[in-house]
C-alpha cells in the first residue's frame, strides 16, 4: 500500500525553501518517491482549512516513506526546512480498491 507525505507549509524564508526544494527533490526520487502535488493553486470548497503550500510526495509504501524522512540523508535537509518554515507535516496510508 502506498504512503504519502502531506504537507501544509507556510514558508518564511523563501531564498531557503527553495535551496531546500532544488536539494530534497533527487533524495525523495532516490527513496522511491515523486512529487503528487508541489504548491499550485488551491481552491477551497467546503470548510475552512487554512492551506498555505500544500506538498503530496508518494511513495511505494509507508515503509518507504518512513526510511525517506529518518534517513541521515534527510536529516540536515529537514532542518533546513524546519529553520525555514512553519509545516504541518502528517503521513497517509493509501487507499487500494478491492
Known sequence: MKGYLVGNIVI???????????????????????????????????????????????????????RFYDSPEYAPLLQMRIDCTMSNIVFVEGYDAP
Not at 28 to 55: C, D, H, N, T, W
Request: aromatic share 10%; net charge neutral; proline share 7%.
Open 12 to 66: 518564511r524564508d523563501r531564498a531557503a525553501y527553495e535551496i531546500y526544494g532544488q536539494k530534497v527533490a533527487p533524495l525523495i526520487e532516490a527513496f522511491g518517491g515523486k512529487y503528487i502535488v508541489r504548491g499550485g493553486a488551491v481552491m477551497p470548497v467546503e470548510g475552512q482549512l487554512p492551506i498555505s503550500f500544500l506538498v503530496v510526495v508518494e511513495f511505494p509504501s509507508m515503509a518507504d516513506l518512513r
